[in-house]
């Protein structure tokens, strides 16, 4: 596996493996790599010729107040984890490489779907996230790349952008992988004590007891959040940002759930902010978000 660190280098890479029509699959991350990861590297590994991984913490997307100078780094062990999760190429630029003009002039914005869940307390985070992957598709033109169902709403918008601006793409979603206990897995676990690391569980201890309830006949929406509620409210050290119940395409509330709804949370557990989410059926199981993509937008023939 190759590590690049600039954009003129990594075309220069790709450009044989272009010419002789081998597929691209890319992998998008801000690093600190683990098995979530790890999965999404391995599926772009099945599925394509070359797989790049582009390790890169990006600044816009960060709010003032938001961990962007604290998130963890560690490029050596990214390598290793990469490389033997079947990555090829993986691509760590500077700051001043993905952003050469201090003062950028152009962004892409993201509408009513970046207002809602994640977006309403991170301002500016999908605007920020749309940019950087508009960046790093131009960049390494893949013909797959690969995204997981943890961070669904940036899956979502992604997948809206791709379909909207023809991004001459297929994008893919992966699904959650969970620890042992059912905590979602994320770089910023790691923030986490020993006492906080117990008390995560209660987010998938949530989604699960949405399910348990959909399966015994519940689909009041209200119903369903306040059971969702008194869970999360075990753990002492956590404070709610949200838990809401959606339409899994345009995300807004629903009353019932008497079709396809997402269940997606975000909770602080002490000053650590974590998310994770469910897309469940009316009977409580589950449904993959790639499923349910592919059905609204299929992919256009490249
Ligand atoms: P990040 O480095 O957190 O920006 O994540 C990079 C990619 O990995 C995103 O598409 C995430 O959705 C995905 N990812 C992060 N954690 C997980 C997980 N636990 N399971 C599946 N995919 C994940």
């Known amino acids: 596996m190759q590590l690049v660190k600039t954009i003129a280098e990594l075309r220069k890479s790709l450009a044989p493996f272009r010419r002789r029509g081998a597929r691209i699959g890319f992998v998008p991350t801000m690093g600190y790599l ?4 790890a999965s999404l590297i391995r599926q772009a590994r099945r599925e394509n010729d070359v797989v790049v991984v582009s390790d890169f913490v990006n600044p816009t997307q960060f709010g003032p107040n938001e961990d962007y100078a604290r998130y963890p780094r560690d490029l050596a062990r990214d390598q290793a984890v990469a490389a033997s999760a079947g990555a090829d190429f993986i691509f760590a630029p500077s700051v001043e490489e993905m952003y050469p003009d ?6 892409v914005e993201v509408g009513s ?13 999908f605007r920020g996230v749309a940019t950087v992957v508009t960046k790093l598709f131009h960049i390494v033109q893949p013909d797959a790349a690969y995204f997981g169902q943890k961070d669904y709403q940036q899956a979502l918008i992604l997948r809206r952008m791709v379909h909207e601006l023809f991004f001459p793409l297929r994008l893919v979603v992966c699904p959650t992988v969970r620890e042992e206990d059912g905590l979602a897995m994320s770089s910023r676990n790691t923030y986490l004590s020993p006492t ?6 209660v987010l998938y201890q949530a989604l699960q007891q949405a399910a ?3 399966r015994e006949g519940e689909r009041d929406a209200g119903r369903l959040r306040q059971a969702m509620l008194a869970v999360i409210g075990r753990a002492p050290s956590s404070r709610v940002d949200y838990v809401e119940i959606v339409d899994p395409l345009t995300l807004q509330p629903v009353p019932r759930c008497d ?5 997606a949370l975000a909770v602080f557990i002490g000053t650590t902010r974590l998310i994770d989410n469910a897309l469940l059926n009316p009977d409580g199981s589950e ?6 993509f592919d059905m609204s937008w299929p992919t256009l023939p490249s």
């Open 212 to 214: 348990r309830l959909l």
């Open 34 to 37: 683990h098995e979530g990861h």
């Open 287 to 292: 449904r993959s978000a790639s499923d349910l």
């Open 196 to 201: 906080e690391r117990q008390e995560a569980t």
């Open 113 to 125: 779907l970046s207002e809602v869940l994640c977006g309403r307390s991170r301002p500016g985070h």
């Open 102 to 107: 201090g003062d950028s002039q152009f962004f």
């Open 259 to 263: 079709k396809t709804t997402l269940f």
